[in-house]
């Protein structure tokens, strides 16, 4: 694989991104506006907001009530509450095993939801199954809805009584703009409850700023950031023609983000092709929390790390700040395995810098731009894998 085809392939995607946020940016204003407002309304009110999607859908859906839930909070200020029903695995697969796959979120729905809540559906192409079978129980039983979508909307758009639809036909860079959404989302939840302004026009000031932030670093990864995605990505292309496989793990948002790309690589981004090894750290609930419990929290990635990493494995730990203590362990330990490792972080790198083969260190220090950049970025690593192990396909 030649450095152009990489580099060309990167700034081509961001450049996509960036000509989608411009083209919605106006429609997006008035629906985040909206949006916003029913998810303060629904707070004041004590109600619930439950979210949901399949795939990267899924990861965006655990990120979005992650933010919800602890990034909005202000000194002891009213919480949301929030729900993934994405995330009960044990439930999911009950319900999927013993009904049907199209009703694990309806049923989940059936125990939780009371009139007045908030139901947020995500899918790329409107049409998932599942999520319209749960906006629709939602609409008959007295709660309010929002759908999140790409393409034409399917039949999201036409049941959810709030859409934010992206005008894409590339799934990955929807879902790289539903995340985007929800990040101005929470950050502009959280200003406004810092300081209780309630004036529309300020909310729409929000929300450009926010997209002009996310543009601006978008512009700064072209111009700087190319040869470093070309560089990880060779890595990982390297370690699977040897036989290896990607392990990858991060904290909150990041944890999302590594099961997002893990779901990209074992079932399929864009091609039909065979299941490629990957593995997140963050989604088996027994082992966090027993290695968690006997051995403390910074150890949670590095217990993993000792008994899965082989030497032809890429170990990629993503921080925002380059400093938390359990990926960094988790990096040290992959290293003495004999495994390659990464770092995705926001700007210089932090402690990562110094000890993993990679780093791509994303140019700002504003953690949602950071975030939303490593879920881009990964989407572009997973589209070059394809197209360099599988050809054609």
Not at 31 to 42: D, N, R, Y
Not at 174 to 196: A, P, Q
Not at 291 to 299: A, L, M, P, Q, T
Request: aromatic share 6%; charged share 25%.
């Amino acid at each position: 694989m030649t450095d152009i085809k990489i580099r060309e392939f990167s700034k081509r995607y961001l450049s996509d991104i960036k000509q989608t946020l411009n083209l919605i940016e106006t429609d997006l204003l008035e629906k985040v506006e909206a949006v916003a407002l029913l998810l303060e309304e629904t707070k004041t009110r004590k109600g619930r907001i439950f979210i949901m999607g399949n795939g990267g859908s899924a990861s965006t859906s655990s990120h979005f009530s992650e933010d919800l839930a602890k990034g909005t909070i202000v000194g002891d200020s009213l919480r949301f509450k929030t729900i993934s029903l994405s995330d009960s695995m044990p439930a999911i697969l009950a319900w999927a095993n013993d009904s049907s796959y199209d009703d694990i979120f309806v049923e989940q729905l059936k125990n939780l939801m009371e009139q007045g809540d908030v139901v947020i559906g995500l899918s790329g192409s409107g049409n998932s199954k599942n999520v319209i079978k749960a906006i629709e129980y939602a609409n008959q039983n007295g709660a309010k809805t929002i759908g999140f979508s790409g393409y034409d909307g399917g039949r999201l758009i036409k049941c959810a009584s709030i859409n934010i639809r992206v005008p894409s036909f590339n799934m990955q860079k929807i879902e790289d703009v539903h995340m985007i959404v929800v990040h101005i989302l929470v950050s502009l939840l959280f200003e406004r409850e810092k300081t209780k302004l309630n004036k529309i026009t300020m909310n729409k000031e929000e929300i450009t700023s926010e997209l002009k932030e996310h543009v601006a670093v978008v512009n700064d990864i072209i111009l700087s950031k190319t040869e470093d995605i070309q560089s990880m990505s060779q890595l990982v292309i390297d370690s699977y023609k040897k036989g290896g496989k990607l392990i990858i793990f991060g904290n909150g948002g990041s944890a999302a983000d590594a099961q997002h790309i893990v779901a990209e690589l074992a079932g399929r981004y864009k091609m039909e092709r065979d299941s490629l090894e990957a593995v997140a750290l963050t989604v088996n609930t027994s082992i966090m929390t027993a290695i968690g419990n006997d051995y403390g929290f910074d150890r949670v990635f590095e217990k993993q790390i000792e008994g899965i990493v082989k030497e032809n494995d890429v170990v990629i730990g993503i921080s925002t700040s380059g400093n938390t203590e359990n990926v960094l362990k988790a990096i040290l330990k992959a290293k003495e395995k004999g495994a390659k490792t990464i770092g995705w972080t926001g700007l210089g790198g932090g402690k990562l810098k110094d000890v993993v083969d990679v780093l791509l260190d994303i140019p700002t220090k504003n953690t949602p731009r950071i975030q939303e950049s490593h879920i881009a970025i990964g989407h572009i690593m997973c589209g070059l894998l394809e197209k360099e192990l599988f050809g054609n396909k």
